[in-house]
């Protein structure tokens, strides 16, 4: 007879599969249309964190009703932004800035997804500025 053996708690999954690209959406200043930057890719690993630095398209006026929205959208990364799902964003609002955002500022960008595909982006506002969740 042949034995058989169970092997419990020798291996285990490295973690939940992606199951779609999430992108950022970023205005294309040459075409004046948007286009997506790959963040993470289809079937990466979870949790997952990534970090991008990004350049405002737009000047923001400290206390004005301009804002700043970051996008981030679930599917193809070949395709264009309203053919996928919006799956979180973030908005910078000139009322909560401190001083004015010039256009060509740099912002960096802090993406995280967990486990359960819960999306955290996290801005802080080059040089010295605020951070928004």
């Given amino acids: 007879l042949d034995s058989i053996q169970i092997a419990q708690g020798k291996y285990s999954v490295a ?5 779609e690209d999430l992108s950022l959406v970023k205005d294309d200043l040459n075409t004046g249309d948007t286009r997506l930057e790959l963040l993470f890719s289809r079937n990466s690993v979870l949790p997952a964190k990534t970090k991008k630095a990004v350049d405002v398209s737009k000047a923001v006026i400290h206390g004005s ?3 700043i929205r970051i996008i981030v959208v679930e599917g193809s990364s070949q395709n264009h932004f309203t053919a996928n799902k919006t799956v979180g964003h973030l908005v910078i609002s000139g009322k909560k800035l401190t001083r004015d955002i010039l256009r060509g500022t ?3 960008l802090a993406f995280e997804v967990s486990e359960s595909r819960d999306l955290t ?3 802080f506002v080059n040089p010295s500025g605020p951070e928004f969740h």
């Fill in 65 to 67: 009703d301009d804002e």
């Fill in 15 to 19: 973690g939940q599969m992606l199951p």
């Fill in 121 to 123: 982006v996290t801005a």
């Fill in 106 to 108: 740099e912002i960096d």
